[in-house]
C-alpha cells in the first residue's frame, strides 16, 4: 500500500469517543465528525464507553446524558475522578430541571459545555474546535 505524500506530514486526526444510546443520533453525529476529519469511536451506553477509555486514548468525549444503566452523569462523576484533563461536550435533551438535579450528583457540581438536542453540527463543530484547541474550560 503507498502512502499519499500529501498525507505523508499531516498529524493524526484528533481521536473523539462519541457515547449515545440512540444508534440514529449516534451514528450521524459520528458520520458528521468523520466527515470534518476527526476518527470517532462509538459507545452505546455508559458501559461501553468507561470500558473504552480506560483502553484507549481520545482527545475529547461527547457524552450524551440519559442513558440506562451507567449514565452520562455516572460518567462525568467517574471522569472528575480519574481523568480530569478529558475535555468533554455534553449532549442532551433532558429537560433542564432534569440536567440540574443531576449535576448534583457530579463532585464537583459543574457540567461542561453544553449542546441541547437536536444538535446543530455546525455548532457542535465550532465548540469541538474551541474545546481541543483548550479555548473551553
Not at 453525529?29 to 461501553?48: C, I, K, Q, S, T
Amino acid at each position: 500500500m503507498t502512502r499519499d505524500p500529501e498525507k505523508a506530514d499531516l498529524p493524526p486526526a484528533p481521536r473523539l469517543l462519541l457515547v449515545d444510546d440512540s444508534e440514529i443520533e449516534r451514528r450521524t453525529l459520528a458520520a458528521l465528525m468523520r466527515l470534518r476529519h476527526y476518527d470517532v469511536d462509538e459507545a452505546a451506553d455508559g458501559r461501553a464507553a468507561l470500558h473504552m477509555l480506560k483502553n484507549g486514548a481520545y482527545d475529547l468525549l461527547l457524552l450524551d446524558l440519559q442513558m440506562p444503566g451507567y449514565d452520562g452523569f455516572d460518567l462525568l462523576a467517574y471522569l472528575g475522578q480519574n481523568a480530569p484533563e478529558l475535555p468533554v461536550i455534553v449532549l442532551s435533551g433532558l429537560p433542564p430541571d432534569e440536567i440540574g438535579n443531576g449535576i448534583h450528583r457530579l463532585p464537583d457540581h459543574e457540567l461542561p459545555p453544553l449542546l441541547i438536542k437536536p444538535i446543530d453540527s455546525e455548532q457542535l463543530a465550532q465548540l469541538v474546535e474551541l474545546k481541543l484547541a483548550g479555548e473551553l474550560p
